[in-house]
């Protein structure tokens, strides 16, 4: 199992551009998450998901979109780059059901928006 | 809401114990985990508590006192290796959803 994966693991944008996050699980998992982490912060909440076609906003969604339209895959958008975007995000993935539940993350995408 | 707190920055010698404390105040609570997380790297999964009491892995050890909204981690016998930050997180009741606390840095010197 590769587990969870995220593309780009780099990118640089200019502000006011758009772009999207790809995070895949091969786990099937029916949670997925999206974090942004901040230097000297902790994660925050940006969407999840339950499951194939139901999304939910977290903590700190605006300025971002997800979809849902298979178990693997949970994409994030952003539109309309700002710099306070400027952050390393996270994907992560659980099963319900499993104990703790708990989550396990990709590598991470570091994104800079100038 | 949650508010939850832990120490910005510890540092211990190589071969000492280090515990880091975590505590929290919450709206919901579901569970307490705590990750551990290197430079540049995603959180790994250490331990999870969801009832009262300790809970032993090897050379770490979580505590949990769900009363006091108190948790600490436990590092025995600290490697180099260990240096790293360890993210506090309390489990909500909807989704499974985490609240992370800002994560302590440890640093293990010789």
């Known amino acids: 199992n590769a587990g969870v994966t995220q593309t780009p693991k780099f990118r640089i944008l200019k502000i006011g551009q758009s772009m999207t996050l790809q995070c895949t699980q091969d786990m099937n998992h029916n949670y997925m998450y999206w974090y942004r982490q901040d230097p000297g912060m902790g994660l925050k909440l940006i969407y999840y998901s339950v499951g194939a076609g139901i999304t939910d906003k977290g903590e700190v969604p605006n300025g971002y979109n997800v979809s849902r339209s298979t178990t693997e895959d949970f994409p994030l958008r952003l539109e309309l780059a700002a710099p306070s975007q400027t952050s390393v995000y996270f994907c992560?993935?659980?099963?319900?059901?499993?104990?703790?539940?708990?989550?396990?993350f990709g590598p991470g995408t570091r994104l800079t928006v100038t | 809401g949650q508010n939850i707190d832990q120490p910005t920055e510890m540092t211990a010698t190589e071969g000492a114990i280090v515990q880091i404390n975590c505590t929290y105040q919450t709206s919901g609570f579901n569970g307490l985990f705590w990750y551990q997380q290197h430079a540049g790297e995603a959180p790994t999964f250490l331990s999870y508590?969801?009832?009262?009491g300790l809970e032993e892995k090897g050379r770490f050890s979580s505590f949990l006192s769900r009363s006091k909204g108190y948790s600490y981690l436990l590092l025995k016998e600290l490697q180099m290796k260990d240096s790293a930050s360890y993210l506090c997180a309390v489990k909500g009741t909807t989704a499974s959803k985490l609240t992370f606390g800002t994560g302590t840095r440890l640093q293990v010197t010789l």
């Open positions: 992560a993935s659980s099963s319900v059901g499993t104990g703790g539940d708990e989550q396990y």
């Open positions: 508590n969801v009832l009262d």
